[in-house]
């Protein structure tokens, strides 16, 4: 059996390069140099670090590896969302998915190979969690986002006379495949790495948790002291449909998970927002409108709504449009402040899991 790798040096916060630099008796400026390489320049290798000795890269090589998720795939659909499957080290493959806006690329990360939390119409669950990402690998998603969009040219172009921006997402939602309050430690330490200014700096309000519904999670998230955004997906008004949908739902029912999301802006500030995937003809019905209303009506919250990308097997379908809408209008006219998301990337599969999912069925 091959020795076990290194741990990966995308796993270290910037702040962490001080003391390993020390450690190693290295002035302090070497640390600077490795953050300015990971970060600004990139470098997917310890040889690409060129400002350091060369003797230094062995060195640093033999305790932390620098190697980039493998690009297995990418899919791209016509209106430019892209969506990579990547493998990691041991030949896992994660999902991420690439969405340009006008002025941004928001990227879709993923925090768990596959999910143990089983959604009925989730294509990551189907076949369970096989394991936690490390942070490092979770950073490696970014970093190999940061890359394509280097190579592609993705980036608006600058204003006339602005420095050109680095390519890098604008936004992250942790919304790929796998749960992140499961492996909470990774998912905190990755993102405190993407928030930090040395790291790779995108603002906390550009970044958004995701998550099925695990209570302990937002609890201890409301303590961190964070300004990241909080999406919680809900999908049913009751508990008997809940229940169905989510099996999550039986170890934190909704009036647990509601009083959570409470305390939580209670204690943060920040208002949380619900997701709600319609599924045709079982959440999507006038009545689900009003329940949901009288749920949320005194909670301070925002609802986005998803239609849902059918995962093959599962037999939910989609709404129609016109029901999406009048399901919005309905929310909207309670006072509920609800978006719509528009589905892109449809034939990418960009659902969560959904590409790993084929690829294990076809695989060509
Ligand atoms: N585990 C986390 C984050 C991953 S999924 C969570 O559950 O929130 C991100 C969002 O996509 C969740 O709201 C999830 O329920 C939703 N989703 C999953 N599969 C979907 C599908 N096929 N169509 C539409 N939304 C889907």
Known sequence: MSPPLPPSAWSLLPAEWKPLCKELGLPAFRSEQIVTGLYQNFAQSWQELTTLPAGLRDTLAERLSLTPLETVHIHESADGVRKLL???????RIETVLIPSKDRVTQCISTQ???AFGCAFCASGAAGCVRDLTAGEIVAEVMAACHLMRAS????????GAKPALPRPGNIVVMGMGE???????VLRALRILNDQKGVNIGARHITLSTCGVVPGIRRLAEE????????????????????LMPVNKRWPIATLLDTCRDYTEKTGRVVTFEYTLVKGLNDRPHHADALIRLLRHLPCKVNLIPLSPVEGTGFERPEDRTCLAF???LLKAKINTTLRKSRGKDVDAACGQLRLRKQLNPL
């Open 225 to 244: 002291g964070l300004q990241f955004e909080l999406s919680v997906s809900l999908h049913a008004p009751d508990d008997a449909l809940r229940d169905r």
């Open 153 to 160: 040219a993705v980036l608006p172009s600058p204003r006339p």
């Open 86 to 92: 990547l493998a990691c080290a041991d030949g896992e």
């Open 180 to 186: 992140p309050f499961a492996n909470y430690d990774n």
């Open 113 to 115: 190979v596959g999910c």
């Open 328 to 330: 919005l209008d309905t």
